[in-house]
């Protein structure tokens, strides 16, 4: 492995513990052994989770070998991490219901017939008593309390469970189970890694090398993107979604995406976050161009150019896309012969209530076979609706029938 493939590795990183650890690691002249462990908490992929699985591939790439442990033990407990509150835990059932779509994404971007997948219950659900207590002996309570989502809760008279205490524990053995070198992560997850260190070394082993990765901003450009914020570009969504989701993100996330979630060197990142910043480079063809490789990179070559087309189709020239849905006129959205816009919205799901529906109305974000509509209280006869095709915003199209 030559200078510019550590370059690679070492992109993106926001630490590497300890410093020149990695190096060191290097020079033990065999394929180091590089861990990424992933809980099947749900069951959809999104790029916020490529992240890392991106950096575990350069890995592979670079002639190492990827070990993914896919959590079927510790996802019933469920990561304490970024928690305020105690995660429910998921049954064996539900476990293996996401594993299984989780292994088959996570495909997409590593080489998983020659990776090693792992899954930690075979070695941590049967661990005996003095095993347990064995591994639980590694820690103290006033080491799990430095942890700042636990001492938050803490100190917020929040509950913390035994239980909790001891997730961070079996992610570290998992490290000792495979021997790791490496350990990957993102930086929600640092206080895991370290302790996986901590456990290595108590059980003799030479401690890993832990390497952070940033975390990936939804849509809305500040939070962490997350399904459950709505902010989210999922993997395996079709194209066209994946497209209009990815135009949809703040400029100044463009280079970030591109150096994170795309499979382009280091230094062409470098020059296009230089032209976006002297102005040299436009933010609306960089974003494009992002949102192409990153569609391609998900369904083959030309799929980005298709879904841009169909994009450009539904938003620069204003025209139905092909794959419309239709949808009856609501029942209750009829009253006394009439539909009242505003229900007619709540009922095909535009809005989640009357009072979201007319402000979409009022902030001219509601369209009638292409007619901006103005008046939040329009009533139109159900006849006059049938056909005619209903939209909200920039993605959201209905066919009324």
């Known amino acids: 492995m030559g200078p510019e493939d550590l370059v690679v590795l070492r992109s993106g990183a926001v630490e590497l513990v300890p410093d020149g650890g990695l190096e060191e690691k290097l020079k033990l002249g065999r394929p180091l052994r590089v861990k990424l462990g992933v ?26 070998t990827a070990i993914l442990i896919i959590g079927d033990f510790t996802a019933r407990i469920g990561d304490p991490s970024g928690r305020s509150d105690t995660r429910p835990m998921l049954t064996e059932e539900e476990v293996a219901a ?140 079709p194209p066209e979604t994946q497209f209009g989701k990815l135009m949809s993100i703040p400029d100044h996330l463009i280079a970030k995406y591109l150096r994170l979630c795309a499979p382009l060197d280091p230094a062409e990142v470098d020059a296009v976050e230089r032209g976006l910043a002297d102005g040299s480079l436009g933010a609306n063809e960089e974003k494009r161009r992002m949102a192409r490789i990153l569609v391609d990179l998900y369904h083959g070559e030309g799929a980005g150019e298709r879904a841009e087309a169909g994009f450009n189709a539904v938003h620069r020239d204003h025209q139905v896309p092909d794959d419309l849905e239709e949808a009856p006129i609501p029942q209750d959205a009829v009253r ?3 539909v009242w816009l505003p229900r007619l919205l709540v009922g095909v799901g535009f809005a989640a209530s009357n009072g979201e529906a007319r402000r979409a109305v ?40």
């Open 336 to 338: 006394e012969g009439t």
């Open 98 to 237: 996401n594993a299984a779509t989780y292994l088959e994404q996570a495909g997409k971007v590593i080489d998983v017939e020659h990776a090693e997948v792992r899954g930690n219950a075979a070695w941590s659900a049967g661990m005996s008593m003095g095993e347990l207590l064995r591994l639980a002996s590694v820690a103290t309570v006033a080491q799990m309390l430095e942890r700042e989502d636990f001492r938050g809760r803490y100190q917020g008279g929040q509950p913390i469970s035994v239980v909790e205490f001891l997730y961070p524990l079996f992610q570290g053995h998992d490290s000792v189970a495979v021997e790791a070198d490496v350990e990957l992560g993102g930086t929600d997850q640092t206080f895991n890694l370290l302790m996986g260190r901590e456990v290595q070394r108590a059980y003799g082993m030479d401690p890993q090398v832990v390497l952070t990765m940033p975390l990936l901003e939804g849509l809305d450009g500040v939070r962490k993107m997350s399904k459950s914020l709505d902010n989210w570009v999922g993997i395996a969504e």
């Open 39 to 64: 809980d099947p908490s749900r069951p959809d992929l999104t790029l916020g989770h490529t992240v890392v699985l991106r950096k575990l591939r350069q890995f592979q790439d670079t002639g190492h």
């Open 362 to 401: 009022t902030q001219g974000g509601v369209r009638l076979d292409g007619e901006v509509l103005t008046d939040p209280d329009a009533e139109f006869p159900p006849e006059s609706l049938l056909g005619k095709v209903l939209q909200v915003g920039r993605r959201r199209f209905v066919r009324l029938i």
